[in-house]
């Protein structure tokens, strides 16, 4: 019997084994998250259509429609349940298993800064010379994308080298700011920021700390005592922030803590964005940092979230941040991007 069944028995094994593997390479709690959600918004929409039942006497057309989207609102939310549980208890230790904490350090380190602005000229001169003056900073790039006013003469002015980005964008503007610093920087580190004083330079030494366990050390803007109060940052960006930061996290599960999918301040090893950035593409536009972070972990860098002070912008704010709505919109695009993949803006 045992001889008889021994070549068999490896090949059972293999298929379990790759079938295993296939399922942990499938987001199972990104999907569950997804239905859970849409459950629980078809049970708030049964919910509310209490009130068109009894305000507008549509109580004998609308009664069965609603309570059969009250009851079966349970499916998706239950099956959203299962799946969650079956990789946080069944897939995610095997994901976690090879996990090694990495300790490589980064010294001596030589820091390239590139700054995105965008008529920025009331803000760029100060964020230039803030980077300037950290000790390990050799040189600070602004790349202006097409301003109208004083920002590239300001950011000269201040000692950086200022160069044009001429197709619109805030996405163009990241990925050129990330291409300059690999060309032109000689340092192994650079660092990705705005010119709007939204964030500082002493944030770099935070950034350091974590360096030696990571690829790209992205900041994080979520812990509440380095935040000002004034912000551009209202309380819904700030929670649909995090929603979408975990995600993001659910598509990756096992490779990386996130909680904030906004921030463009970041530290990169040179050798990972050199891998990185010919894989990105800079029509992606508002959504860019999260579609930078999902690309990241998608092609096997080590990603680690480091807390940030987040300061009141100087100066008129262009991106995400100018309202709840376009907030909304641009959360919902990277919604849609991290399940379904990236849109690009037209050329
Ligand atoms: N929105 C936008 N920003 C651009 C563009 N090109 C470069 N940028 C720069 O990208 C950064 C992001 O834009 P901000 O206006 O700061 O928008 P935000 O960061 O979402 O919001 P706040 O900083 O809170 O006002 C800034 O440094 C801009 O100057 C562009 O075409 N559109
Ligand atoms: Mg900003």
């Known amino acids: 019997m045992l001889v008889r069944n ?75 349940l299962t799946l969650s549980l079956i990789d946080l208890f069944v897939l995610f230790p095997g994901r976690r298993r090879a996990a090694e904490v990495r300790c490589d350090p980064v010294l001596p380190a030589r820091i390239t800064v590139a700054l995105t602005a965008y008529n920025d000229e009331e803000s760029i001169g100060p964020a230039v010379r803030d980077f300037l003056g950290h000790p390990l900073v050799r040189q600070v790039i602004v790349v202006s994308n097409n301003s109208s006013d004083a920002t590239m003469a300001r950011a000269q002015a201040a000692g950086a080298l200022a160069l044009n980005e001429a197709a619109q964008g805030y996405g163009r503007c990241v990925h050129r700011c990330l291409s300059e610093a690999l060309r032109l920087g000689d340092g192994d580190l650079i660092v990705l920021c705005e010119g709007d004083r939204t964030f500082r330079a002493h944030d770099i030494d935070k950034f350091l700390a974590y360096a030696p366990h990571a690829d790209i050390v992205n900041g994080t803007r979520t812990v509440e005592p380095l935040r000002q109060f004034s912000t551009q940052l209202s309380t819904f960006m700030y929670y649909g922030n995090i929603f979408v930061a975990k995600l993001l996290e659910a598509k990756h599960l096992g490779r990386g803590t996130i909680t904030d999918v906004g921030t463009t301040y970041k530290l990169c090893r040179r050798e990972a964005l050199e891998r990185l950035l010919p894989r990105l593409d800079p029509r992606v536009n508002l959504e860019f940092n999260a579609y930078f972070l999902d690309m990241a972990l998608r092609n096997g860098l080590s990603l680690v979230e480091c807390p940030i002070t987040f300061h009141q912008r100087v100066g008129v704010s262009k991106g995400g941040n100018v309202d709840n709505l376009r907030a909304l919109k641009v959360g919902c695009r990277m919604m849609l991007g991290i399940v379904f993949g990236w849109c690009r803006a037209a050329a």
């Open 6 to 80: 021994s070549p068999v028995l490896p090949v059972r094994t293999d298929v379990r084994a790759s079938l295993l593997a296939a399922a942990r390479r499938v987001p199972f709690v990104l999907y569950g998250i997804i239905c859970v959600c849409f459950g629980l918004a078809m049970y708030v929409f049964g919910i509310l259509l209490v009130f068109p039942r009894y305000l507008l006497g549509l109580n004998q057309w609308l009664l069965a429609v609603d309570e059969w989207i009250v009851w079966y609102s349970g499916m998706p939310i239950m099956a959203g």
